[in-house]
């Protein structure tokens, strides 16, 4: 059963810098792409970032680019996502996901595996 596990969310200032970690266990990590999506209250699912299997190539949102970093470790089954400057608007859940494309993807169609989520809340 593949399980996907976020951490690292939580309350802080607007300006600051959070760090959020997704666990995978249950499948293959490494052929994989992962990515990360965010949802605010009474919005839809939002592409965030993304990354290839191999890491080589990552895809950003344009609201984060600049700020935000995707990252994995293969060998800990790991997804990162440092998240810089952050701002009022940046506060919702953030979910990881994984499907079976080599590059990731912006439609969140393309995601098979999610995790519960992880709130993130910035105060102005």
């Known amino acids: 059963q593949v399980h996907l596990e976020e951490s690292g969310g939580g309350l802080v200032q607007a300006g600051a810098s959070l760090s959020l970690s997704c666990t995978v266990s249950?499948?293959?990590?490494?052929?994989?792409?992962m990515a990360w999506f965010r949802q605010s209250p009474g919005k839809g699912r939002e592409f965030v970032a993304g990354i290839s299997r191999g890491g080589g190539t990552t895809v950003y949102a344009d609201s984060v680019k600049g700020r935000f970093t995707i990252s994995r470790n293969n060998p800990q089954n790991t997804v990162y996502l440092q998240m810089n400057a952050l701002k009022f608007e940046t506060t919702a859940v953030y979910y990881c996901?994984?499907?079976?494309?080599?590059?990731?993807?912006?439609?969140?169609?393309?995601?098979?595996?999610w995790g519960q989520g992880t709130q993130v809340a910035v105060s102005s």
């Open positions: 996901a994984t499907g079976f494309n080599d590059f990731a993807t912006m439609t969140d169609q393309d995601y098979v595996y």
């Open positions: 249950g499948r293959t990590f490494d052929i994989y792409a």
